[in-house]
């Protein structure tokens, strides 16, 4: 039986490939980015619950926790996408 050929090497950076494969290798920004947007959902909904907005210290925390991860998400996200273009 014949030797089978090597596979091909694996590529030298992770930044490697196109611009498409953003998702796969910034799949943690983009869930912090999907859970903050969640959140701040939830929150607002809360917050709004009684007409105007009215919250206690809970759901405060709860909004600026939200507005964190979005904050976080967008920025690895925003570094990934100048990292894929360079």
């Known amino acids: 039986m014949p030797p089978s050929p090597a596979p091909p090497p694996p590529p ?12 796969s290798r910034e799949a943690l920004g983009f869930w912090f980015l999907g859970l903050g947007a969640l959140g701040l959902v939830r ?14 210290t809970v759901g405060l925390l709860w909004l600026a926790g939200s507005a964190l991860l979005v904050l976080v998400g967008a920025v690895r996200i925003w570094r990934a996408l100048r990292i894929a273009r360079r």
Do not use: K, N, V
């Open 12 to 23: 030298s950076s992770p930044q490697a490939g196109p611009p498409s494969r953003l998702i």
């Open 43 to 56: 929150g607002w909904i809360r917050a709004t619950r009684h007409g105007g907005f009215d919250t206690e």
